[in-house]
């Protein structure tokens, strides 16, 4: 089965501070990769989709940037950070076949 | 511009009632996808649905769509409190790899 690793769970980071986070996935090849993030009590927003290494598709300009490094490893990064950066960030992946679209765990980014 | 609304936003009902949350969008697709969220936590995958009048049922829940009419629902049948939770739709645009969600629906089951 498809299983996506994220990490970390939780963040806390000053306004103006890098990040990385980075996601993996095990049980497919050449998956479709997503971030995703959600506000406190809201929906979910496509940031970045990718079909492919170095592929990435940007849905909303904002102060992120993702990267596409290998088959299996989707990275969400940013030079400095905002305020309005804070969220819980979701990374998803879906197999060729599209019949499913599986989460990671997410990490709750919260930006002082 | 691309809309997946889900209606209602809130809903609080009891113990034993019936209910149904709609998902509709304004996009073609024919792959719809249905998940729970618990606070704090990711996405469960609930059901996906991948074609025209495509039904599928687990437990006390079911789900529908209509590709021509945009709409999908998730009835909910003798509500449990265990069901409480937030629920989204989600739509792949056809012809793209992006799936777009709904706004969600917190569903709280009051014993």
Not at chain 2, 19 to 46: A, F, H, M, V
Not at chain 2, 60 to 70: E, G, I, P, Y
Not at chain 2, 74 to 96: K, P, Q
Request: proline share 4%; glycine share 8%.
């Amino acid at each position: 089965s498809q299983t996506i690793h994220q990490w970390p769970a939780t963040l806390v980071q000053p306004v103006g501070s890098p990040l990385s986070l980075e996601c993996t996935v095990e049980g497919t090849s050449n998956p479709n990769l997503y971030w995703y993030r959600q506000a406190a009590g809201r929906g979910l927003q496509l940031l970045f989709y990718s079909v492919g290494i170095g592929q990435i598709s940007s849905e909303v300009p904002q102060n992120l940037s993702a990267s596409r490094p290998q088959d299996r490893q989707f990275i969400l990064s940013s030079k400095k950070l905002l305020l309005s950066d804070s969220g819980f960030y979701l990374c998803a992946g879906s197999d060729r076949v599209r019949e499913k679209l599986f989460f990671g765990s997410g990490t709750q980014l919260s930006v002082l | 511009e691309l809309k997946v609304e889900q209606n209602p936003l809130f809903l609080s009902m009891q113990e034993g009632k019936n209910y149904t949350i709609y998902c509709n969008y304004s996009t073609t697709s024919d792959r719809l996808y249905w998940y729970r969220q618990d606070p704090g936590k990711s996405l469960e995958s609930l059901f996906v649905l991948l074609s025209n009048g495509a039904v599928k049922q687990e437990g006390r829940l079911m789900a529908s769509l209509d590709t021509k009419a945009r709409l999908s629902t998730l009835h909910i049948t003798a509500a449990v409190h265990d069901l409480s939770a937030t629920y989204f739709c989600a739509v792949e645009i056809a012809g793209t790899y992006k799936y777009i969600f709904g706004t969600g629906t917190r569903l709280k089951v009051l014993a």
